[in-house]
Structure formats: C-alpha cells, structure tokens
C-alpha cells in the first residue's frame, strides 16, 4: 500500500511558513536599502548602527533585569503556591487555584489596565518597579501550573522513606524532593523569563518615563522608522536564542 504524502507536504508548509519570514527578516538585515523592499546591494551598517545605539543597550538592560528579577521571584512563589495547591483541598484552595489561574487566561489588555489603575490608586509611581511587579503577577501562574502538574506525579512515597531512614522533613525535602521536581521548577522559570521578555501590553500600561524595555522600543522605532535597524537586532536575538537552545539540548544530553 502506498503511503500518503498529506503528511510530509503539510510539515513541510508549516515549516515554510514559520520559517520563511525569519530568513526574509535575516536577508533583510543586510540589505542596503532603509525600508527593506527591493535589494539595494549587501551592507554591515545596521549592525554597525545598532551597536552604537546607546537607547537600544539600556532598553535592553532593563528589560533583562525585570526579566530575571521576575523569573526568580515567580519561580520562590508559584512554587509554593503549587505545593499549597496540591497538599490542601478545601473551598479556599479552589479559590486560590482561581487566582492563580486567572491570569492565563484573562486578557493582557484587561491585565494591564487593571494593573494600572491599582498602581494610580495607591499613588505608586510607574516606573521599572511597577513593571516588576506587573511581570510578577503572570509569570507566578505559569510556574504555579508547570510545578503542579509536576507535584500531582510525584511519589510522596519517597519523602516517607527518606524520614523512616532517619532524615529530617527539611533533608527530604532538599535532597530527594527539590532535585526530582527541579525540572519542573526550571521549566516553568524558563517560560516565565520568555513571557516576561517579550511581553509588550502589560508593560505598555505600567512602564513610566525612564523604564522603556526592549519591546516598547522596537515599538517606538517601528513608528518612527527605523525597520533596518530592527531587522539587526532581530537576527542577533535569532542567534542567541539557537545557541541557548542548542547549549541546554548538550548539557542535557550530557547529564543523561
């Protein structure tokens, strides 16, 4: 019987279309002329002009401080927010599993409107903090929900041994607890670090003079154009984020 190829030629167009316009986007960036279109000829000057950009670097820097400073808090609360979740059942816990899951799926333009009028309220002035904190309450939910679903496979079993052997709660916890369901707790940081990149509406909402993050700036050179320029910097992300890949794919397979 012959095989169908529906299959191969409908992978094949997904990939296509995922992936062409990033190759367009990487010819682009080399192309001489200002608002990409026809090839003007090949040319370095972008990248030139990107790096001597000093706006584009503290955009940049800020919004890889908000990144990592929310990354590593949502990772310390989401993750006791899923032990919470997973140990107790009770009608404040579906309450709690509701808050915590609101933020999936609420959308980012309600998000931050909301966000905002509560920082106007209490007088908070808008700035890198308020972005902060913004991040802090969406990325929570998706390390919550990564590390439950983590937590709802584990053996407790396990714990029980370690404690029968003479360890205390502390000591389970942290030598055969904490590394089995790190996993979980690095993938949902990871995520959380991703969305809190390149988020764009809730900090559109809560950003203040000063605290422009890489998003709204690309924002701000697409209204004013300057595509060449963004094309660079896209190409450069493109490259950073396949060696990250790429480097976590070999620790992996290393470490298994």
Known sequence: MKRSRVPFYTTLAVLVFFYLPLIILSVNSFNDSRYGGPWNGFTVRWYVRLFQDRQIWHALQNTLVIAVGATVVSMVVGTMAAF??????????????GMIYAPLIVPDILMGMSLLLFFVALNVKLGLF?????????????????????????????????????????????RVMLPLIMPGIAAGGLLAFTLSLDDFVVTFFVAGPG??????????????????????????????TFVLVSASRTIREKLS
């Open 84 to 97: 919470a979740l997973n140990r107790y059942r009770s009608r404040l816990q579906m309450t709690h599993y």
């Open 211 to 240: 605290s422009t993050t890489l998003p709204i700036h690309i924002y701000s050179m697409m209204k004013h154009g300057a595509p060449a320029v963004i094309n660079a910097l896209s190409v450069i992300l493109l490259l950073v």
């Open 130 to 174: 308020t972005i902060f904190l913004a991040h802090v309450t969406f990325c929570v939910s998706y390390v919550a929900m990564v590390v439950l679903s983590r937590l709802q496979d584990f053996d407790f079993s396990l714990m029980e041994a370690a404690q029968d052997l003479g360890a205390s709660h502390w000591t389970a916890f942290r």
